[in-house]
């Protein structure tokens, strides 16, 4: 339905909005993958064929260099001024059934709500809105974001209420994005590295409150925040002060630990060593 005319689409490229592969190469071809505790559970390590290099916060790099214009109003964005304002700017290719059957919910139990995407191709507009008929949602409720030049895009956030994150596969860049931003972000815990990114960066943030555990839990916690406006503000506050406080955004601690996860792994290759699982302490 996404990205073709004929339902959703499946895997649509192999690199993520950072342009770096959130899975194993299944290779001998490289030594190690950079990860942390909540994209790289015990669980699943053992699928992976490369060591991990773990560090202590996420395994994200971040930019606070960002450029950001100035924010538009709701109503030069096509956006009506007194709605809810749920998005997601994902690529439209994350967007399954199962994740649009649970937003087309949570417009129904929202009054006065509108969903905000990003308009990746025309296929998927039409797809998209075809598919929200479908499910009892009037098309008209699905506003669409043109691409536009990051600065832009950047301001653009403002405008929105809650960002509504995608599974199997998250926001990876796109979440650092929104939390810059200021706009808090919701996902719900996956079982892959693809699927954890958005609560790894929501960790470093220490904001669990918007980490769901199950598809069940995301929607109740969708609407929960849609509908109390004071709980709201309270994680948007909490956000504002977050982001320049705990580790996501913190440029220097992050060059620190993946300095030191580097110079480990070429002191093993030094003394003759091969790789092993490293650990970076904070």
């Avoid at 960002?66 to 994350?94: D, H, M, W, Y």
């Avoid at 308009?119 to 098309?139: H, I, K, M, P, T």
Wanted: aromatic fraction near 10%.
């Amino acid at each position: 339905m996404a990205n073709s005319a004929d339902g959703f689409a499946g895997l649509h490229e192999v690199f993520d909005e950072g342009h770096g592969f959130p899975g194993t190469m299944a290779t001998d071809f490289y030594d190690y993958m950079i990860a942390d505790k909540i994209v790289m559970p015990e669980a699943i390590r053992p699928l992976y064929a490369e060591k991990i290099a773990y560090l202590p916060d996420s395994f994200q790099a971040n930019d606070t260099s960002r450029i950001t214009g100035e924010p538009p109003s709701r109503s030069e964005l096509g956006l009506p001024k007194q709605a809810f304002v749920f998005c997601c700017f994902n690529n439209s290719f994350k967007i399954t059934p199962d994740v649009f059957d649970i937003w087309m919910r949570i417009l129904q139990r929202v009054e006065s709500s509108v969903l905000w995407l990003l308009e990746d191709n025309s296929a998927a507009v039409v797809n998209l809105r075809a598919e929200a008929e479908r499910r009892g949602v009037a098309s008209h409720r699905l506003i669409f974001a043109p691409r536009a030049p990051h600065g832009a895009h950047m301001a653009r956030h403002r405008a929105a209420d809650l960002f509504l994150d995608t599974l199997p596969y998250n926001a990876h860049t796109t979440a650092s994005d929104a939390l810059w931003m200021g706009l808090p972000l919701l996902t719900c815990l996956g079982d892959s590295f693809a699927g954890r990114v958005a609560a790894s960066v929501l960790t470093a943030l220490e904001l669990p409150e918007l980490i769901a555990a199950s598809p069940d839990d995301y929607e109740a916690r969708a609407v929960a925040l849609a509908t109390n406006p004071l709980e709201l503000a309270r994680v948007k506050q909490k956000l504002a002060e977050n982001r320049f406080t705990k580790p996501l955004f913190n440029v220097k601690r992050y060059a620190r630990y993946i300095e030191r996860a580097f110079t480990q792994m070429y002191a093993r290759y030094q003394a003759g060593q091969p790789p092993e699982d490293i650990h970076i302490d904070p």
